[in-house]
């Protein structure tokens, strides 16, 4: 039997007034899945991730949480289905008015209602994790741009939320750090069943990590390719292998 | 002969039997810091007649980028009309970058719309853009609104270190440009007054004008533009640059309220202080007022203390605390607005701040307005 699967897209599309970025988006997200958003820059993929966590409503089609259709749910309905989400933006996103420590405590404390101790524990270990272990009282402006994608994980993860969406994990990180943090993901995955969607070129990432992906076309404005990224690289549409070989068949 | 150090050109057409080609020979140094040629000068050599364009660079002694755009530029000519291009001349660096450029076609993507250019289409389309913003501010109104009935039962979240944060930076340190501003002002008044009132000799009455006109009108009016420039443009920045670094979006993908987050402590802070710098300013203009009445127009300390006393009553300060805190709040409500409307980019969070000082003194000024003409129809 199977578990319903935790993220369904249905012909979704997306648009800036009457250009339309991406038409006819149809894929399925299961629970464990690291589930990778590919294509090249500026074909849609931050506009997909957008429309996944409700920052911008789709011109048409539905995004289904667990069988919960998301646009369609009334407000109190929709938040209860965005705290089961986690998401890491391009540029980390914290908010550069706290420390790290209290960007990850904020949702702790904001949804749990534990006291100050224990989310102060919890938001330890969770910066430990990213490797970031006693930087929790410095401010965003003064972390380099690793640090922050690190601590902007850490904020992520920190409601342990049933899905993580991250945009571009590895931009700007060197390759060790970059491996690291695949490394995360997929422990992550493992340990505590965390299903990933995870937005991203870069691609040794896209050959380790993912286990089924999609490919967004700038030319035709859909997807192209969607299976096991390996699959993909092996026999899958041409312009994907193009991709996932840096132009090397053609 | 102008050496090396110059860039040559030569035209050279080909026999009347090889086809109508038109040599062109490049010699000298062909780089950006040697004031290159216009590709366009060579259009007038490219008649009906010539049908093929050789480069010849036997005699070129340096090159960079300049080279390439005037030969990319000829080649763009040359295609309009039709001539081949033979560029087999040319060094085979300069050959392989010219074939990259070319490689990728130019791409038609949906740039921003280029607006009309006729004066009075650009007003309309600015008088249609400005009641296209009106939903917005209305939506962004009622929003603010239920964040503060959720501050009031209690149910809306926001740190209060963040409140004192902005308390501080609204109130003690918009103190010297207030302390400033209001004594010029209220000399200003002083003079404008005695002009007036020494032709009926009623110098003292100074006092009444500078303590009422202080108190009830122009303290909240000029501590409102003050911190309008102050304060309403940095929140603007503020909230704009958090957009543009996406931690907007971060809170509201949490379900965190960024309204309750971020707007509420700002709004709260402004409705407090902007009434009490608009008592700090009265008080300074009356100092001013003082100070030129005793110096100048020889009225006793006591004598204008007591008239000032006489002047003042409840309902003038009541007038002047209820202007600024409505003026405090439109200046929070104009820098939050512009604020969390921000595009992404640099420049948004420049038209983000000029624009919430605009729509802080129209609001200010329209404000000021209805509560002076319904005060004095209820007679306050």
Same mark, same amino acid.
């Given at each position: ?24 988006? +149809? ?92 989310? +102060? ?38 409601? +342990? ?28 995955? +493992? ?60 | =002969? ?71 530029? &000829? ?7 039709? &001539? ?15 074939? =990259? ?40 109104? $009622? ?85 309008? $420039? ?17 931690? &907007? ?80 709040? =439109? &200046? ?49």
């Amino acid at each position: 039997m199977y578990a319903t699967p935790r993220i369904e897209v249905r012909d979704l599309s997306m648009a800036y007034g009457d250009f339309i970025v991406q038409r006819g988006l +149809d894929f399925t997200v299961n629970k464990g899945d690291i589930f990778v958003v590919m294509g090249g820059n500026g074909c849609g993929k931050t506009t997909l991730m957008r429309a996944l966590v409700g920052l911008q409503r789709p011109v048409a089609g539905s995004v289904l949480y667990s069988g919960e259709d998301f646009w369609n749910a009334a407000e109190e309905e929709q938040q209860r289905l965005k705290r089961r989400l986690g998401i890491l933006f391009q540029g980390g996103a914290l908010w550069s008015s706290l420390t790290l420590a209290e960007n990850v405590a904020l949702p702790i404390a904001e949804y749990t209602g534990l006291p100050p101790a224990r989310v +102060d524990e919890i938001v330890a270990f969770k910066l430990a994790l990213v490797g970031l272990a006693g930087c929790e009282d410095l401010y965003p402006a003064e972390l380099s741009g690793g640090m922050k994608k690190r601590a902007g994980l850490a904020r992520a993860m920190a409601l +342990d939320p049933d899905i993580l969406v991250i945009d571009e994990p590895s931009s700007g990180l060197d390759p060790l750090t970059a491996r690291r943090l695949d490394e995360l993901i997929m422990e992550l995955r +493992d340990s505590l069943g965390t299903t990933f969607v995870v937005v991203t070129h870069e691609l040794a990432s896209i050959l380790t990590i993912g286990n089924n992906s999609i490919y967004l076309d700038s030319d035709s404005h859909t997807m192209i390719a969607t299976g096991h990224p390996q699959d993909a690289l092996k026999n899958g549409h041409p312009k994907v292998r193009h991709f996932l070989t840096r132009g090397g068949t053609t | =002969m102008r050496g090396a150090a110059a860039w040559q050109l030569d035209l050279r057409p080909g026999d009347a039997d090889s086809s109508g080609t038109l040599f062109i020979s490049l010699g000298g140094r062909w780089r950006i810091d040697q004031g290159l040629p216009a590709p366009e000068t060579l259009n007038d050599s490219l008649d009906a007649s010539v049908r093929r364009v050789r480069f010849e660079a036997e005699q070129l002694a340096d090159w960079d980028s300049g080279l390439l755009s005037f030969v990319a530029g &000829i080649g763009r000519s040359c295609t309009e009309r039709g &001539i081949a291009i033979d560029d087999s001349g040319l060094p085979p660096g300069a050959r392989r970058l010219l074939a =990259m450029a070319a490689a990728v076609p130019e791409q038609r993507l949906a740039g921003r719309p280029v607006g009309p250019q006729d004066p009075f289409a650009q007003v309309g389309e600015a008088t249609l853009e400005f009641f296209r913003g009106a939903p917005q501010m209305l939506a962004f109104l $009622g929003e603010v609104v239920m964040s503060l009935l959720r501050l009031i039962s209690g149910r809306a979240r926001f740190r209060t270190r963040d409140l004192w944060l902005e308390i501080e930076e609204v109130g003690p340190r918009a103190l010297p440009i207030v302390s400033v501003i209001s004594f010029l002002v209220g000399l200003i008044l002083a003079y404008l007054g005695a002009d007036q009132l020494m032709l009926v000799g009623a110098q003292i009455f100074i006092a009444d004008l500078v303590a009422i006109g202080m108190v009830r009108e122009v303290g909240a009016l000029m501590t409102g533009i003050i911190i309008a $420039g102050r304060t309403g443009a940095a929140f603007a920045a503020q909230l704009g640059t958090m957009q543009v670094n996406e931690e &907007i979006d971060a809170y509201n993908v949490l379900g965190i309220s960024a309204i309750d987050f971020l707007v509420l402590p700002r709004i709260l802070a402004l409705m407090l202080m902007v009434p009490l710098l608009t008592l700090y300013s009265g008080f300074i203009g009356m100092l001013a007022g003082l100070l030129v009445s005793v110096t100048i127009f020889d009225i006793g300390v006591f004598e204008y203390y007591t008239e000032t006393l006489r002047a003042l009553e409840f309902k003038q300060f009541a007038v002047g605390l209820s202007k600024g805190t409505v003026y405090g709040a =439109m &200046i929070a409500f104009a820098g939050c607005l512009r604020g969390m409307q921000c595009g992404r980019s640099a420049e948004a969070v420049g038209h983000a701040a000029t624009s919430a000082v605009v729509t802080a003194i129209l609001l200010i000024t329209i404000a000021a307005s209805i509560m002076t003409i319904v005060y004095y129809q209820l007679g306050i």
